[in-house]
């Protein structure tokens, strides 16, 4: 089936070091792929995608590459901040017109100041 | 437009009794989900619609849940009788279709079954 797993959290950082979350996917076919993020009380918010390999999602400083020969999708930023604390999840979903997300079961992240 | 919008926020109530949880969609949008987060199981997808038809129930717990569409606008999800284990947040999101599978959630409703 299909499926994704994220690496466990929770993950403790400073501000502006270095952060990477592990996304790696299982999948009959080539998927989209997603990362989400759920700031405390709220629901999820699209954080950026990839509809094909070596696509590159990015938005507000994050960015992940969708690598098919390693089916991963793994999550960067090069300095966080501590508005960044939340949780992450990375998603795929298939084809066009597909609606149906499959989430992985989410990284927490808190950044210190 | 104001987003997904879902009620109640918080909800509490006996082992046994009825719980319906509502929602509305971003208009337009023709995609309808229900989602149950838990901390031992994660997120879950419990049904989703399309065009106001169910698509796939294929993650409803049992029986005691069922979900409901009547119109664009509205969704319902219901649990019957509810049970201390049915304790999670629900959410529900709505995504547009037509290639784009940006889904836009909904800030939950917290159940505590006692």
């Known amino acids: 089936g299909n499926s994704v797993t994220q690496m466990e959290g929770p993950v403790t950082l400073s501000e502006e070091a270095f952060l990477t979350i592990n996304c790696t996917y299982t999948a009959t076919g080539y998927p989209s792929l997603f990362w989400y993020v759920q700031y405390p009380g709220e629901g999820l918010q699209l954080l950026l995608k990839?509809?094909?390999?070596?696509d590159k999602g990015s938005n507000k400083g994050f960015e992940a590459t969708y690598r098919k020969e390693t089916t991963s999708f793994h999550l960067e930023k090069g300095s966080v901040q501590v508005s960044d604390s939340a949780v992450y999840f990375c998603a795929l979903a298939f084809g066009q017109g597909a609606q149906k997300l499959v989430f992985g079961q989410g990284t927490r992240l808190t950044i210190n100041p | 437009d104001a987003g997904v919008i879902q009620s109640p926020r918080h909800e509490v109530t006996e082992m046994g009794q009825e719980v319906t949880l509502r929602c509305k969609p971003i208009?337009?949008?023709?995609?309808l989900f229900w989602y149950r987060q838990t901390m031992m199981r994660g997120l879950e997808l419990l049904i989703y619609?399309?065009?106001?038809?169910?698509?796939?129930d294929s993650g409803m717990p049992e029986d005691r849940f069922s979900a409901k569409m009547p119109n664009a606008s509205f969704s319902t999800l219901k649990i019957q009788p509810s049970e201390p284990r049915d304790s999670a947040v629900y959410f529900c999101?709505?995504?547009?279709?037509?290639?784009?599978?940006?889904?836009?959630f909904g800030q939950g409703t917290r159940l505590t079954v006692v």
């Open positions: 619609f399309n065009n106001n038809v169910p698509i796939d």
């Open positions: 208009s337009g949008h023709d995609y």
């Open positions: 999101a709505s995504s547009q279709g037509g290639g784009s599978t940006e889904a836009f």
């Open positions: 990839a509809t094909k390999a070596d």
